[in-house]
């Protein structure tokens, strides 16, 4: 067995999230982490005090951060079990090409999935079907520490059609889980589309993993997931390691 790790390192002056208008009143504004050490003058260690965003790095994601969903669905980090749709979870590769500032569009994700050896679940049995790989080539070869923050800047996004027609594939196949390997899903302007801003797709149910890296080194169509997200007392979102399994 062949593991991937599909994580992105966390670490200073890390690219993700820079400026983001939600940091502009914290104190580690417009860092996405920061560490601090702390020397304790009773004993020689050396302590580490960490101050990261939640959607720093490769980040698992519940649908309660929108607050239209928090009570259709209650999930927090703290709640979520370490089962079938979490450890060794079936995933499927959705190949969708894409280089710096492209959109990804309704009809690239509906080709890519109709070519993709995509295994459908069963609701009424509680099976879920594979989780979709968005593989686009954006989180390879370690671009985020090249490029800086026009890693953020130059990431290809969904347009808004697209996220929809994503969620639409996501209930055909009865898949309840997705990943991705753009910095983001969607640009902070306007989408060239909908003419609408751009906006995160999730609904109750479902479970997002952002910004993951190194897709690329996945050789086979289909490989089985690790997802370990941190269990954080009522929250919705956090930085979580990825690993990916090819037989």
Known sequence: MRLIDLTMPIYEGMPTIHGHGAFEKHPIWPQAFKMEEVHMETNPYTWHVFTFFAEAGTRFILPGFRPQYRFDDVRTLETVALDNKLIERNAVIIDVPKGPGDWIRPEDLEKAVSNAPVQQGNAMQD????????????????????????FREKSPHFTDTAVDKLLELLAVNDCDMWLYDTCEMTTRGVDPVSGRPGSFGIRSGLTAVGG??????????RVKLVVLPIPIRDAWMTPCRVIAMED
Request: hydrophobic share 40%; net charge positive.
């Open 212 to 221: 993951i890296v190194n897709a690329g080194a996945i050789k086979k169509p």
């Open 127 to 150: 099976k879920p079907g594979d989780a979709f790989i968005i593989r686009t080539g954006w989180g390879d070869d370690e671009r985020y520490l090249k490029l800086g923050l026009e």
